[in-house]
T-cell receptor
Framework: DAKTTQPPSMDCAEGRAANLPCNHSTISGNEYVYWYRQIHSQGPQYIIHGLKNNETNEMASLIITEDRKSSTLILPHATLRDTAVYYCIVRPKAAGNKLTFGGGTRVLVKP | GAVVSQHPSRVICKSGTSVKIECRSLDFQATTMFWYRQFPKQSLMLMATSNEGSKATYEQGVEKDKFLINHASLTLSTLTVTSAHPEDSSFYIC??????????????FGPGTRLLVL
């Protein structure tokens, strides 16, 4: 599976947009980009995923560059409850493939 | 999103005893379930993958005789930590994949079980 690189930590202000970058320069054509987050002492929560088009749902937006080598997760209006570790994961499309977690980005939303 | 539950949420046991953790998909059928382990300040590490009705596939370095996995139905998988020792103390998280043929299946996670072995 392609590896991902994320900054280890970042702070953002409550009410502002949070932009979380992820590099996946070795991604192949059949691999999706998934984002999960893990709030302290809880299981990971699914946020969003995409293949090549930008995606948006009630939680976030996912912007994937045209060459697919990087992506950005956008939390439009960060709240204190968005403080968590955010994981960017690349997963092959083929059924049965597992999610492998890297270090993620520890996001701290400050008042 | 789909709901995955785990029971118990927290367990304390004595060294040498066995502990069973249940994972259930509440509103969907899961052909595949995964078990992860997470030590403090570390990321999730996949332990094994189980498919309903077949033997689990363990990741390298995970002892299959110590971590027994049973995926008896499309909504239930169990992880039994046999002869637990203090080094097995960790946060165990299960995950289930929705069973929708032909669709990229999203993987949902349970709330985790914190195991403390004294």
């Amino acid at each position: 599976d392609a590896k991902t690189t994320q900054p280890p930590s970042m702070d953002c202000a409550e009410g502002r947009a949070a932009n979380l970058p992820c590099n996946h320069s070795t991604i192949s054509g059949n691999e999706y980009v998934y984002w999960y987050r893990q709030i302290h002492s809880q299981g990971p929560q699914y946020i969003i995923h995409g293949l090549k088009n930008n995606e948006t749902n009630e939680m976030a937006s996912l912007i994937i560059t045209e060459d697919r080598k990087s992506s950005t997760l956008i939390l439009p209006h960060a709240t204190l409850r968005d403080t968590a570790v955010y994981y960017c994961i690349v997963r092959p499309k083929a059924a049965g493939n597992k999610l492998t977690f890297g270090g993620g980005t520890r996001v701290l939303v400050k008042p | 999103g789909a709901v995955v539950s785990q029971h118990p949420s927290r367990v304390i046991c004595k060294s040498g005893t066995s502990v069973k953790i249940e994972c259930r998909s509440l509103d969907f059928q899961a052909t595949t379930m995964f078990w992860y382990r997470q030590f403090p300040k570390q990321s999730l590490m996949l332990m094994a993958t189980s498919n309903e009705g077949s033997k689990a596939t363990y990741e390298q370095g995970v002892e299959k005789d110590k971590f027994l996995i049973n995926h008896a139905s499309l909504t239930l998988s169990t992880l039994t930590v046999t002869s637990a020792h203090p080094e097995d103390s960790s946060f165990y998280i299960c995950s289930a994949r929705d069973r929708i043929a032909g669709v990229m299946e999203t993987q949902y996670f349970g709330p985790g079980t914190r195991l403390l072995v004294l």
